[in-house]
Structures are given as C-alpha cells and as structure tokens.
C-alpha cells in the first residue's frame, strides 16, 4: 500500500480515461441463459432483436465473446464533458463512525441527469444516430434514466418520447421538467396511448404504474412508430456493458492510491450500477487475481435478489418482451407505493442474476427508513445529497464498517454513489417529518406462483 | 500558448488547492470607503462590528493591507470534500456558436449546496465554531447561500435561522426541504417574528420579501439571540475575500494550460463570485501585470450596476445595518416578482463598486429570456443545468463569443459557472412554456431619491 496521503477526490486525467468498455461475460465460466421468445419458446436470435433494438446495440446484446469494446471517439467525447468521475475517500464517514475500515465511493452524481445514467445513455443515443433513427421510446422510474436519455437525445437530435411511472410523475414534478428542458416528451404510465397501458387501466384504473408496465408501453410504442427504437437504461447486458466505465476508472484510481478493495458495494433495482461498478472486480475473482466481497444491496420493499425466484419471466408486466432468465418477483410486481426513489424493476439483470446463482456476490435487503437515515448522515458529513437509490449502497458500507468496528478489521471498502437526490426531496421531507414507512411485500403482493418466497435474513426473520 | 490538447475538465490535484485566500484590497491602490455608522456619520470601528459579526470575521472586513491570508487547516479539509472545482473548456458550445473565440468556465456547482457559496459558508461556520459562538441568522434569497450555511453550520454543529424572501420560500419548496435536511431552520421573510418583519407587513400585507428586509430581520434576530452572530453570503468583503478561492484556482488551472483570459465573466447580484472570480485577473490589472477586460452581467430587472447610484445606502430595507458607499438602487427597491432566482440585492460589494466606478471592470444588463435561451442552449450542449444566476454568465460569455464570430478575434474567455439550477425548474417550467416575462424597473419602481436612473443600454435605448 502506497504511504502517501490519499487524497479526498482523485480523478483521472483526461488520457487515462478508459477507451474500451469491458465486456464481463467474455470471462464468465458459465454463461447466463438465453432471452428466449415466448413465441416459440426457442433462444432469441440477435435479428429477432431488431425490430425493438438498435442493431448495434442488439449485437452488443448477445455478445458474450469479445472482452473489450471499443468506445467510439463522439461517445468518448461526450464522455470527458463529465468523466471522469471521482473516486472519493470519505474520511468524515470513517471519523464519525469510529471505524478502522477505508471507506472509498466512485461518485457518479456530478453531471446535470445526476447520475451514472448517461454512461449508457450516451452511447444507445449514439448508436441510434448512427443507424439513422429518428426517433427512441423509453421507461423512467425515478427519473434519472429518463433525464439522462433527454439529455443525450437532445446532443444527437433525436425525438424521445418517455414513459414515466405514474407514481413518480406525480410526486416529481420537477423531474418531468427537466426533461422537458431537454426536450424529451414525458408521458405518465400507464397511460391510454398504448394497448398496453389501456389493458392495465381498465382493470385498475387507479394503477400507480410499475417500470415493468412502462416498458410495455415504452416497446409498444417503438414498434408502432416508424424509424423508432426502444432503449432502455439498465437491466440489459449492454447497459452493463457500457456501465463498466464506471468500474473500469475506479479500479484504475485505486491503483494508482495502491490500493484494492476487499468489499465492493452497490445499489441493485435493474442492476445498471451494480454491473457496471463491479465488473472488473467480478473479472478478477473471475480468473483467480483477486477475491473480494461483492454485494448488492436492494430495497426490502422491492427484494428481487433476497427473495425473488431464479427463473425465465418477462421484462415487462405487458408480457410483449421476451423472457430472461433472472431472479425476479414476477413480472406483474410492483412495489408498494410508500417505496421511494427507483430500484423498483421486478427481476434483475441475468448477468448478475447468474453471477449471483453461481456465488460470486452477495445480496441484503434493507427498508428505507434506514437508507434515508444513511442518507441524511452521509449528506451532513460528506456535503453530497445522495440519491434514494444510491443511499442503499452507503447503508451497505455504513454497516460493513460498523461491523470493521467490531471485529477491529481494517478493510477497504468501495461503494458505488450512483447520483444525487436533488428531485427527490418529497422523499427527504417525509423522512424530515417522521413521515416515511416501511414495507415489505406480502404474499398476497406477490405475482401469481410467486407467494411463499424466502423471507429477508434480519428483517422478516 | 501550449500547443498540447486542452481537456475538457482539468483539476487540479489537492496537492495545488490554494492555502490562502487573497485579500484584493492590499493591492487596491484607492480604498473603498469605510462604511459607517448612520448614528454617528463616522466611519465604523472594528469593534463596532462586534456586537453583529463574529469577531475574525469583522477583522478580515476591515482589513484592507494583508495581501494573502491563511485558510484554516479545518477549512483546507472541508474544502477537499468537494473542491478543487474544474476548469472547464467548453467545446461543444464553441462550435455550437462557430466562434473563432475559446470558452472556459469555473463550475462552482459539483456540490450539494450546488453553487460557491458554500467557500465562504464553511468559513464562516469555522470562524463561528472557533469563537464558541452557537447561534447564527442569515438570509437567503434564491436558497443556494442557505443551504451551502446549513451544510457548513450542520458540520460544525451550530444552530441556524435562515431567513427565506417570501417569493422564494413559496416557489421552492424543496429549498426549504434541503435546508431542513442539513438541520437549519427556514423562515419566510417578512415574517412577524422581528420588529423589522413586521413593520413592513404592517405597511404592506402582502409584501413577497426582498433581500434587504430578510438582512433586517436576521440581523435583528441576532443581535437579541444570545451567543448569535450574523452571516452574510455575498456584497462583505470578507465574503470576497473566501470566494478569491476561485479565482486563484481558475487562474493556476489557466497557466497549466499555457492560456491567459482576454475576457473574464461573471454574474452580479451581491458580487460574491464575481469578486472571487475576477480576484487574481484583478490584480493583475492593479500591478499592471495584464489588462483583461472584466465584465459583469446582471438582471436587467435588478440593475445595480448599470442603473444604480453610486451613492451611501443602507445594506437592508430596515435600515438597521451601517451604511456602505455602493452602487445601488435605494435599499426599500425589490425586483418584480417576475424576477426568477437570485441577483436580487439592491446594491453591490463595495470592493467590486469601487473597481467598477473607477473603471477595472465592465457591467452589462441582460433580460432573463435571453438568460434562459442562453441556460437551455448550454445545458443541452455541456450536460449542466445551470442556476438562472450563473446562467447571465452564460449569456454574456456566449454574447462576446458571437462579436468574435463577427470580427474573427480569437479571444480566451473565461466566465464562472456558479452553479445549478436544479431547484430553480419552475423557472425552466415557465420558460419552455413561453410564460416567462421580462421586467425593467420604472421610476416608480425605484426608491426614492433613485428615479430617473440612467437607461440601461441596448435594452431601454
């Protein structure tokens, strides 16, 4: 280990910003299941991808071969307007806590979608532009993916139309606007401009929405609308793909600090961050170099790793996608409408859902009361205002090193802080106010053949 | 000039962060005049300041010979939380316009705070702290000084009372929210809880708040509060004197990229980073070391500068404070309720009044429609949504860029990027849906004693 002083914010130059994504299933043993059309009940082929996908991006998709990608030069470009992001040492957390533990976090927050979104959303808006397509569908939950695709759409000039989950329409206002700033078109799912949408309003018309509904709608509508593509911010193996920049600069840092992380922590709703944060580390454990702890944190109120099932479902509560095979609590899930913030998607990327399966990271499942209380926490000692979901992360490191404190062991811990919480105050003003709850689904909230699911270790046990 | 490829963003390592603040009136070779004493006519004694400033603070006020003065080891640390601040070249808005010319900025905004005030805000607290002071009042206007205090008194563990303009306090309510997660208390101003609050709501119910009654009402409420002082973000010197920081960070960052600004930019409201900003090209203008052209940019709706009187006037509309020599438009003057976000103060630093009326700088009025043209046509373009006030910087910066275009100058330009306009969207809201209205004050509108004030040019002419 190096003894210079480590300083607070390291950032990369502008040169050894990474110029290849990294590919991790190109390392992995055993490879994720195939996406598989429902339709025939046979793995998808990359062309059945095309009338949804990009082309490119759908090749990005199925490649499970090629270790290293390049990031194409405007990508790039775009990319050092806000990267390379800094990978901070949070000396005032380890203080405060007491703890023996390093606490490191690779801060995406630091660009105007607000968070790690636009890693991927510049690159889908890239690759859209370049096959000619005039215009691109999405879903938003909390609203950062939407911004962020706004965002790029705008620097590329492409027409975006974005499905936004009523829920967080409502409560985010401001969200709303700052897509329309960038003249992204925003539409409150479910809505009645699609079968989809239509289908699921008249059996609940009051339906809050789910990231699952808004997908349905979101393809629905690439699909009916000439020279139109649907893309979609996480989830996906090219989302991780493109992720991987996040991971790839972080590592980078800490070595040139001499260091190397013994835990590495990340939020999880679609596994955007998580895959991406985690992939050279998963790349290292996965060809013996090292062995650190991987772990996800999720939402107690949205448990798709902690006690979702392992098995093919669909993308969408529509059921219009084809199948992944993934942990998921069912495509027709959605979270209670006391959960704040994202991570609210019903299965989880297969990647790491498979990488998971296999043993190579870990899961826990916390309630929101106590992320905002991290949150408030961090924000005060720190001078960051983390985003709900990015919160989950700063639990997970809170508690590993409260648990450093115990045991007296020195680790090296890594977090991922995906973003900021700026339009997520309704959020922070009830947790001010003593107003926010807790929940955790029941068996009745279940998707059908989905009750009876493993209960969360510590929480429900 | 360096012949190497200029980075996006450089930063410089904390290794470079500035140690010292630099203190401009050591090299003025004309002092301001003194403030003084409404009382007595005479010019304030230090000790004068005493009963209303913590007592570090009036001494850094008064002190017009010590060229460079230490920054607090406590305040360095905090500093590297979230600084060195990038300098940034702006490219995409560069050929966006087709200018010969090379635009860079300072970003202040990668904070939660999300502006430079949180520079003097954490050295004010500090200063506080030290002096076992436990109870500070402040006023804020658009939020960002409020909530860069909250964090800083949140810190350091002192009690807040923020005094919110009433206009403000209603159109941002998440403002208040994130004030309220750093601890500190938000009351709307005119509020009936000081003699100065309630003498304007007795003449005027409805009275939506100015800058100069919230300074009344926090000034009072310290000076009857035990063990509370005063803060102030912006028009002190010693506000000046912290937010040097960018400037010399800004300078030190150009001379590693061989570049020198022909041209240097800033929004004035109170003048707090503008007077940082241009701190150092000031200076060496005063050595005669280089003579860059200075240029402030204010709301055509709030025009000190271009409009005010160079004249003796009360720091707040209760006229409670002593009394400074500065351009102002009479301290009973509040901007129309049309005026969106901050740079509503009704007089200015009278450092930066003084270099202005004696002709160091430049000061340009602008209509806050081409504010927001300029804002949206740089968030699209460089990713950052920036605060309405930083965006005048904008607008005057991509103004000179365009008469570089008409006469194929090839001038650097640096301008300060002060902050981010995330709780500012129902501006944004207002202007993306064509309601957002320009205002210039009337003779009626001015104090008395300020009508027939000079037209501004280009715009009333």
């Known amino acids: 280990m190096s003894t210079k002083k480590i300083p607070h914010r390291l950032y990369l130059t502008e040169e050894q910003m990474p110029k290849q994504w990294y590919n991790l299933r190109a390392d992995m043993k055993e490879q994720p299941d195939p996406i598989i059309n429902p339709a025939t009940g046979k793995p998808a082929a990359v062309e059945d991808l095309y009338p949804v996908f990009c082309e490119e991006l759908a090749k990005q998709e199925m490649d499970d071969t090629t270790r290293y990608i390049d990031i194409p030069e405007e990508v790039q470009e775009m990319y050092k307007i806000y990267r390379p992001s800094p990978l901070c040492r949070a000396y005032n957390l380890e203080k405060a806590l007491g703890t023996p533990a390093k606490i490191y976090y690779k801060f995406e927050g630091n660009n105007t979608s607000g968070s790690h979104k636009l890693n991927s959303a510049i690159a889908q808006a890239y690759y859209a532009k370049q096959q000619g397509i005039t215009n691109l569908t999405t879903e938003t939950g909390a609203g950062q993916w939407?911004?962020?695709?706004?965002?790029?759409?705008?620097?590329?000039?492409?027409?975006?139309d974005i499905f936004m989950v009523k829920v967080s329409y409502n409560q985010k206002p401001f969200r709303k606007a700052i897509m329309e700033t960038f003249g992204g078109k925003v539409i409150a799912s479910p809505s009645d401009t699609t079968n989809a949408g239509r289908a699921i309003l008249a059996e609940d018309p009051d339906n809050s929405g789910s990231l699952g509904c808004a997908i349905s709608e979101a393809v629905e509508k690439a699909v009916t609308t000439e020279n139109c593509k649907y893309v979609l911010g996480s989830v996906l193996n090219q989302v991780l793909l493109h992720q991987s920049i996040i991971g790839l600069e972080a590592k980078q840092a800490m070595?040139?600090?001499?260091?190397?992380?013994?835990?590495?922590?990340?939020?999880?709703?679609?596994?955007?961050?998580?895959?991406?944060?985690?992939?050279?580390?998963?790349?290292?454990?996965?060809?013996?170099?090292?062995?650190?702890?991987?772990?996800?944190?999720?939402?107690?109120?949205?448990?798709?790793?902690?006690?979702?099932?392992?098995?093919?479902?669909?993308?969408?509560?529509?059921?219009?996608?084809?199948?992944?095979?993934?942990?998921?609590?069912?495509?027709?899930?959605?979270?209670?409408?006391?959960?704040?913030?994202?991570?609210?998607?019903?299965?989880?990327?297969?990647?790491?859902?498979?990488?998971?399966?296999?043993?190579?990271?870990?899961?826990?499942?916390?309630?929101?009361?106590?992320?905002?209380?991290?949150?408030?926490?961090?924000?005060?000692?720190?001078?960051?205002?983390?985003?709900?979901?990015?919160?989950?992360?700063?639990?997970?490191?809170?508690?590993?090193?409260l648990r450093c404190k115990e045991t007296g062991e020195e680790k090296t811990i890594l977090f991922g802080l995906t973003g900021t919480g700026y339009f997520d105050m309704t959020?922070?003003?009830?947790?001010?106010?003593?107003?926010?709850?807790d929940y955790i689904p029941t068996d009745e909230d279940l998707a059908p053949g989905f009750a009876a699911l493993p209960k969360i270790p510590g929480i429900q046990e």
């Open 255 to 401: 070595e040139q600090l001499g260091e190397y992380p013994d835990v590495v922590i990340g939020c999880a709703g679609g596994g955007s961050n998580l895959g991406g944060l985690i992939a050279p580390f998963i790349q290292d454990k996965l060809t013996g170099k090292a062995n650190p702890v991987i772990r996800a944190i999720e939402p107690a109120s949205c448990p798709s790793f902690t006690r979702g099932k392992y098995a093919y479902d669909f993308c969408d509560t529509g059921k219009i996608t084809p199948m992944a095979k993934m942990y998921t609590l069912g495509c027709t899930f959605k979270p209670s409408a006391s959960h704040a913030g994202g991570l609210r998607y019903h299965g989880m990327s297969p990647i790491l859902s498979k990488l998971y399966h296999d043993g190579y990271m870990e899961a826990e499942a916390v309630e929101q009361t106590k992320v905002f209380e991290a949150a408030t926490m961090f924000a005060k000692l720190e001078t960051i205002l983390p985003a709900p979901e990015s919160a989950h992360a700063i639990r997970g490191a809170i508690d590993e090193a």
């Open 146 to 160: 939407g911004t962020a695709l706004s965002e790029a759409c705008s620097y590329f000039g492409i027409n975006l």
């Open 427 to 437: 959020a922070y003003m009830a947790f001010n106010e003593g107003k926010m709850a």
